[in-house]
Every structure is written in structure tokens, then in C-alpha cells.
């Protein structure tokens, strides 16, 4: 059997009457760049909020790493929400240092590599970042992480190309270096498609299409082409 | 069809996303040294390189050093890189593999016209040479 970074069973959560995720059944393997797909609402932030345990999902059952999602779990997952929050007074490089406090297997001095690379300027006040800079600086907390699991919930939100080349780069470079299974939601499917090599696709929350991206391309045509067949209408009418 | 042109170094790929991209990488690659684009002994990119600038998943371009290794197209030496094949026999071979492949796929195609080998060796035959062309 592969081993599986992700398993779940039947996993439903509803908030008010929406299903969030309604009977969703996924397995993802170990090692590689997972690209979570689907239209808003289909569920992709809530399942990794499942994944993190900062959601508990009311039926089904859930896998990480081997283990149900929580505090064992997170230490060996590095998790970008969709949104974050800033201690007013930190500059750049105190949080970092505040990464390298908290964040289990956090290596400070890959961080500083990171922003190096990243052209981060470390004496800048993370009050009033651009959501580029922000967006630099949510990513190395987690690329300088030695960990087995990624979880990037839109990385590439609102951020101009150049930053978005930056953090492609960086993501590239990292899973080269270290063994991580790294799964990604994003919007920007053009830029980075290429990067899968394995993909979910979620609509309305469950799975509607998950595999191998290189066999998914030879059957299906590009993930565009997925994405575009699967959700048209939702697609449209956004 | 959508063909995204990525540069690597000196190294133009162009890539079809409604394609697998590992069959594309060892495609492109050994066509290159096939066709002598790529010198005997050429460091080639590293796995790291090749996949920031095609914007591919590093295991799908280790998977591509793989199976070029195991034609023996390329070869990875530890903490130097990896190189092009140094032996001018091993792509001499490959090369001829190479041209039995499109001899055998045309020679099919033929076939389903109705056009046996010796019809083909016939046709050939009669084929203006390459000055006579006009």
C-alpha cells in the first residue's frame, strides 16, 4: 500500500443549512505538489481547517500523517489559512522570530534565506505590508519549516506576478530539497497547473475528479480544461 | 492546443499542458541530444533548475532523469551534476532506435493506405533527390 499523507471517509460539515463538505472521500499520497481545485465554496478551506483541527467535521472520519487531526498532527503540518493576523508592533524580521520561537522544526536561518531570495526587507513594519509582501512572509513561515506536510490555502491571492514567480520559485526549490507532500488551493490555475502531480477536484463538497495530474492530462486534456468541463457554470457565473 | 514556451538556461521547452509532462521532458531532452543540440558530455540542469523554469513538480522531472538515465542518455554525478552521455556510441544507438520508431510509424500509416513495404521501397525509389527538389 502507498503510503497516504491524507485519508478521508465520508466527511460532512454543515454550517447553518449549507453543506460545506458533504460526504467528502479523498486519498492523497505522500510526496509531491497536490493541487486542491474547485470553484468558491466547494469546500477547499474548510477541508483543510478539517485537516488542521480547527474544524471538526459532524460525521466521517478524517486522516493525517497516520493520525486523527490535532495538536500531534499540526506540529508536522505548515498551514497558510486563508487569512492572517499580525502583532501590530512586529517588523518582518520579528516575525520570523517569532516563527522560530513557536513553530515546531522552524529553521531560522532558512527563513532569512528565504527572505533573502524573496527581496523581504527585514526592518519593515508588518503593519501596512502589501498583500504581496504579506503574502512572502506567510509562505516562508511555512517553506522554512522542516516538515511532511504543506497546507497552502490560496498562496497566490491578490499578489501581483512578480511575487507570484518569487514564491513558485521558493515552492519548487523546497520540495526539491525536502520529502514534503504539499497541497495547494489557488484561483491562478494558468500559472501554475504545471506544477501538480497529483489533483482533487472539488465541487459543492465532495470530490468530483482526483488522480495522477499526468494521467488526468492524457485523459481529461489540462487542469484548465478539467476545471473549465467540470464547473462551467459555476465558472461562469462568477 | 495551448503550447507554453518556458526557457532553461539556453534550452527552449515547449510545453503542452493538456499533455503528460513527464513524456514531454524526456521527449524534448533526448530529442535535443538525439539531434547533437545538446553536446557529448553537456551538463544539463539540475533537477531544482529544470523544474523552477518549467514550473514543474520536481518529482516529475526526477522521474524524466530517471528513465534518461536508463537509456543511458544522461548520467548524474554525485555533487557534480548531470551530464550528457560522454560515449558517442550510446547516442549513435539511440539515434537508430529513434529512426526505427518513425520508419515503423510510417511505415503503418502507409499500410492502412494500402501501400505495402515494397510499394513504400518503390515509392522511395521514384522520390526526387534532395537537389532536385524544387
Not at chain 1, 512572509?137 to 497566490?156: G, K, S, T, Y
Not at chain 1, 514534503?180 to 488551493?185: A, E, G, K
Amino acid at each position: 500500500m502507498t503510503n497516504m499523507a491524507v485519508t478521508c471517509t465520508d466527511v460532512s460539515k454543515r454550517y447553518g443549512n449549507r453543506m460545506a463538505l458533504n460526504g467528502l472521500t479523498l486519498e492523497i499520497p505522500s510526496g509531491g505538489i497536490v493541487g486542491i481545485l474547485g470553484p468558491n465554496g466547494s469546500g477547499k478551506s474548510t477541508l483543510f481547517r478539517t485537516l488542521m483541527g480547527i474544524t471538526r467535521p459532524d460525521s466521517g472520519n478524517i486522516s493525517v500523517l497516520g493520525s486523527v487531526p490535532g495538536w500531534e498532527t499540526n506540529a508536522k503540518i505548515a498551514y497558510l489559512p486563508d487569512r492572517a493576523r499580525w502583532y501590530a508592533d512586529h517588523t518582518v524580521r520579528k516575525a520570523l522570530d517569532w516563527g522560530s520561537s513557536l513553530l515546531p522544526n522552524f529553521d531560522r536561518s532558512r527563513a532569512l534565506a528565504l527572505a533573502h531570495e524573496m527581496n523581504l526587507d527585514l526592518g519593515q513594519s508588518v503593519n501596512g505590508m502589501s498583500r504581496g509582501t504579506e503574502a512572502r512572509l506567510m509562505l516562508i513561515l511555512c517553506l522554512a519549516r522542516q516538515v511532511p506536510l504543506m497546507i497552502l490555502d490560496e498562496p497566490f491571492f491578490g499578489i501581483d506576478l512578480i511575487s507570484r514567480e518569487k514564491i513558485i520559485d521558493a515552492l519548487v526549490a523546497s520540495a526539491t530539497e525536502q520529502e514534503t507532500t504539499v497541497l495547494l488551493s489557488t484561483h491562478e490555475i494558468s500559472d501554475t497547473e504545471s506544477l501538480f502531480d497529483y489533483a482533487v477536484f472539488l465541487r459543492a463538497g465532495r470530490v468530483e475528479r482526483q488522480g495522477n495530474a499526468d494521467s488526468l492530462r492524457s485523459q481529461y486534456g489540462s487542469m484548465r480544461d478539467i476545471m473549465r468541463n467540470l464547473f462551467q457554470e459555476e465558472v461562469t457565473s462568477q | 492546443m495551448h503550447l507554453e514556451q518556458r526557457d532553461v538556461g539556453s534550452f527552449r521547452f515547449l510545453l503542452d499542458l493538456s499533455q503528460p509532462i513527464y513524456e514531454q521532458i524526456v521527449q524534448q531532452l533526448s530529442g535535443a541530444i538525439a539531434r547533437g543540440d545538446l553536446d557529448l558530455g553537456a551538463k544539463i540542469p539540475s533537477v531544482r533548475e529544470l523544474a523552477q523554469g518549467l514550473r514543474a513538480a520536481p518529482n516529475t522531472v526526477v522521474h524524466a532523469y530517471q528513465e534518461l538515465e536508463r537509456e543511458g542518455l544522461i548520467e548524474t554525478r554525485r555533487g557534480q551534476g548531470t551530464f550528457v552521455t560522454t560515449s558517442a556510441t550510446v547516442i549513435h544507438e539511440f539515434r537508430a532506435k529513434l529512426a526505427q520508431t518513425l520508419l515503423n510509424q510510417f511505415l503503418q500509416q502507409m499500410e492502412r493506405l494500402g501501400f505495402s513495404p515494397d510499394d513504400v521501397r518503390h515509392l522511395l525509389r521514384e522520390y526526387p533527390k534532395e537537389g532536385d527538389r524544387t
